[in-house]
């Protein structure tokens, strides 16, 4: 039987929802991380980075912005040992200036992907996949990039039919 990993970031705090900030004490890609996991009998691991940003949402797309544009690989909070053992790796995270946060790519190139199918799945504000898929393939040598889907933070926590049928769909 094959072996499901649902990698994700997600970040706590202040974030914009509509057209007000709130403040929040799960963040949507977490919501969504935990529905797949669920739907296809995944392992789950959460990227951390060891410094937390900033809790202000203005002041954390500021950080964001100047790791984005210096290619920033933050350090990680916990490592995952190893992803030998995994054939499915669904990695999430939010759309942060049209990709993911760099802590994804941080874990992501720890790691040889040969023989791993990857699912993409981002959680934004109206970006989209942005221009995560490729970043994303840059960054997993070997792999083989699968389906992928996006989702829009307001309803990532409504989101659990939508994204557990996308999931199992995509190992069936
Ligand atoms: C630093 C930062 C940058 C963001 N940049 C974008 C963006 O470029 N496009 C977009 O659609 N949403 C953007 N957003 C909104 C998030 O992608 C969206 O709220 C996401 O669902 C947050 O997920 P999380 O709660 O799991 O962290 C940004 C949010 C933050 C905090």
Same mark, same amino acid.
């Given at each position: 039987?094959?072996? &499901?990993?649902?990698?994700?970031?997600?970040?706590?705090?202040?974030n914009y +929802? #509509?057209g007000s900030?709130?403040?929040?004490?799960?963040? &949507? *890609?977490?919501?969504v991380?935990?529905y797949?996991a669920?739907?296809?009998?995944a392992?789950?691991f959460e990227i951390e980075t060891?410094? @937390?940003?900033p809790?202000?949402?203005m %002041? $954390?797309?500021?950080?964001?912005k100047?790791?984005? @544009? &210096?290619?920033? %690989?933050? #350090?990680?909070k %916990?490592?995952l040992?190893?992803?030998a053992?995994y054939? &499915?790796?669904?990695? $999430?995270?939010p $759309? !942060?200036?049209?990709?993911?946060?760099?802590?994804?790519? *941080? +874990?992501a190139?720890?790691f040889? !992907?040969?023989g791993k199918?990857?699912?993409?799945?981002?959680?934004?504000e109206g970006?989209?996949?942005? =221009?995560?898929? /490729?970043?994303? /393939?840059?960054? $997993? /040598?070997?792999?083989?990039?699968?389906d992928s889907?996006a989702? =829009?933070?307001?309803?990532?926590q409504?989101?659990e039919?939508?994204?557990?049928? !996308?999931a199992?769909?995509?190992?069936?």
């Open positions: 039987m094959s072996k &499901n990993l649902v990698a994700y970031y997600s970040r706590k705090g202040e +929802f #509509g900030i709130r403040s929040v004490a799960k963040g &949507n *890609t977490e919501y991380a935990e797949i669920e739907a296809v009998g392992d789950i060891a410094e @937390k940003y809790d202000d949402y %002041r $954390c797309t500021e950080v964001a100047s790791e984005l @544009k &210096n290619k920033a %690989r933050p #350090g990680l %916990r490592e040992g190893s992803i053992g054939d &499915n790796i669904f990695v $999430c995270g $759309c !942060w200036w049209g990709t993911y946060p760099m802590a994804v790519f *941080t +874990f190139e720890r040889d !992907w040969s199918k990857i699912f993409a799945v981002m959680t934004h970006s989209g996949m942005g =221009s995560s898929e /490729r970043d994303l /393939r840059d960054s $997993c /040598r070997g792999a083989e990039m699968a889907i989702i =829009s933070g307001s309803q990532a409504s989101s039919k939508t994204v557990s049928d !996308w199992k769909k995509c190992l069936g």
